[in-house]
């Protein structure tokens, strides 16, 4: 992973994902339901890792996106698994997409 011109020991895959109704929140229609792995070869320096996620459509045309905390802790992490939602949302597009639910 790199964020600005430091490059962090971290890997982040997308294992699963898909388009649904999230079962909390049906009546706010369809959205992308993503399953993720972290892994880190060495130390992270953050205490907390966020990672931009967006959804694109066969075209490469940004859909919507979110921010997806992937690790909090300090040093070495384990190998971590989590899944996520996102959208659709109830704000406009200058508040961003409104992430449903994180686990």
């Known amino acids: 992973m790199v964020r600005d011109d430091v490059t962090y020991p971290l ?12 079962p909390q929140v049906p009546e706010r229609g369809r959205a992308v339901h993503f399953s993720y792995r ?38 070495l992490p384990p190998v971590e698994t989590g899944d996520s939602w996102i959208g659709p949302s109830g704000r406009g597009a200058s508040g961003g997409q409104e992430k449903i639910a994180c686990t």
């Open 38 to 75: 972290a892994t880190a070869t060495e130390h992270l320096p953050e205490t907390r890792v966020q990672v931009a996620v967006c959804a694109v459509d066969s075209g490469d045309v940004v859909l919507l996106c979110d921010t997806v905390d992937v690790y909090e802790g300090v040093g």
């Open 11 to 22: 890997t982040i895959e997308v294992t699963d994902w898909g388009t649904g109704r999230h």
